[in-house]
């Protein structure tokens, strides 16, 4: 990046100060970006306890299917 001649007067390059705002805006970005790592994995774990407790849920019906089934048979007399 070629230097302005207002650079010469200034503190600091033009240049410096553009960078130092991308910086800002790269830690803005970076804090949002955790947060919704941060909320993504929540998410996840939501999901995954709620498939297990549709997979609870299923072998509940099942053995309840079987225990019927059960009781079916053992009350026959021939």
Request: proline fraction near 3%; include cysteine; glycine fraction near 2%.
């Amino acid at each position: 990046m070629e230097p302005f001649i207002i650079d010469f007067y200034n503190e600091m390059p033009y240049g410096v100060n553009v960078i130092e705002n991308m910086n800002k805006e790269l830690i803005k970005i970076q804090d949002e970006n955790s947060i919704l790592n941060d909320k993504v994995l929540d998410l996840k774990r939501l999901i995954e306890n709620n498939n297990r407790l549709h997979e609870l849920e299923i072998m509940v019906k099942e053995l309840q299917i079987l225990k019927l089934k059960r009781k079916k048979k053992s009350f026959g007399c021939f």
